[in-house]
Nanobody, 111 residues
Framework: QVQLVESGGGLVQAGGSLRLSCTASGIIFSANYVGWYRQAPDKQREWVAS???????NYRDSVKGRFTISRDNAKNTVYLQMNSLKPEDTAVYYC?????WGQGTQVTVSS
């Protein structure tokens, strides 16, 4: 049974930083695509960043230069380092490795 558990969300002021973690059981992250997605209130879920099995990162334009996705194979954990946070980054952030989703972690950025 695959389980993805996110953590690291919280409340931060604009300009601050957070690091999200997603730890997997039942699946090996290093052998799979892993993505971070987010969903703001009354909006559709959107892709934020992803890491291929070979370790190539990709980012949506609005987070390029501010967010970094990385992976710790020994811990089977994927991270999303978020710097220079903006109020528009406020959302529930989800970890995904198809077709599995985590439960999400809330990120709130105050202005």
């Amino acid at each position: 049974q695959v389980q993805l558990v996110e953590s690291g969300g919280g409340l931060v002021q604009a300009g601050g930083s957070l690091r999200l973690s997603c730890t997997a059981s039942g699946i090996i992250f290093s052998a799979n695509y892993v993505g971070w997605y987010r969903q703001a209130p009354d909006k559709q879920r959107e892709w934020v960043a992803s890491l291929t099995s070979s370790g190539v990162p990709n980012y949506r334009d609005s987070v390029k230069g501010r967010f970094t996705i990385s992976r710790d194979n020994a811990k089977n954990t994927v991270y999303l380092q978020m710097n220079s946070l903006k109020p528009e980054d406020t959302a529930v952030y989800y970890c995904n490795t198809q077709p599995h989703w985590g439960q999400g972690t809330q990120v709130t950025v105050s202005s």
